[in-house]
């Protein structure tokens, strides 16, 4: 599971860990831009001097709560599709089902790659990588998982089923309607069968 693109990392003290438990828990609950060093560092328990010793600026803070965020996400989904049903189509499915624990459990106001990318959409900025790296990861997932259902077509399935699963997440965010996630599963089962037998696998 690496990372895609080039991403500047620092070593945690417990200092720093403190930094980005708040960091995180505000950059979450109250947007990127709205959440100055000063309050973090008084939710730390440090001073601001300490935390620009430890990360240099606030957008390294960003991208240690993303790139965190990121590896426990990852780390989640290993687990889930480890648990699963083997084959294609049980591990898509499995996706689909861990993602809604997730959100249940982490993310109830959303992606937070999606919400920080709504900030955030400079690729300069130094947690760009790490936004875009996550989605351009679960697009590879998804195609590699497609290519077992439909070798001549796995492109385009891929490409399928990362939109049904992104735009549940945004859905989700946005409390659009009720379990949009299980809703894009479903759809998501449909669009396999339909590909199976498109290209005549039992």
Not at 42 to 60: M, P
Not at 159 to 175: D, F, I, N, P, Q
């Amino acid at each position: 599971m690496e990372r895609t693109g080039p991403v500047q990392r620092i070593a945690m003290t417990p200092g720093a860990l403190r930094i980005r438990e708040a960091a995180a828990r505000l950059f979450y609950e109250r947007g990127i831009h709205a959440v100055g060093v000063d309050l973090i560092a008084a939710e730390a328990g440090v001073t601001k001097k300490t935390l620009y010793d430890r990360f240099g600026s606030k957008d390294q803070v960003v991208v240690e709560y993303l790139a965190e965020r990121d590896e426990r996400w990852r780390d989640f989904l290993a687990r889930r599709l480890a648990e699963a049903e083997p084959g294609p189509v049980h591990q898509v499915t499995a996706v689909f089902d861990a993602s809604k624990a997730w959100m249940g459990e982490s993310s109830p106001k959303g992606c937070s790659m999606v919400n920080a990318h709504a900030e955030i959409s400079d690729p300069s900025h130094p947690a760009h990588a790490v936004i875009t790296g996550q989605k351009a990861w679960m697009l590879g997932l998804f195609t590699d998982l497609a290519r077992e259902i439909t070798p001549t077509a796995a492109t385009q399935l891929g490409r399928s089923l990362t939109l049904l699963h992104e735009g549940a997440l945004v859905a989700h965010g946005m409390k659009t309607f009720p379990d949009p996630i299980g809703h894009a599963r479903h759809q998501a089962q449909l669009l396999m069968t339909g590909a199976r037998n498109t290209a005549g696998k039992p």
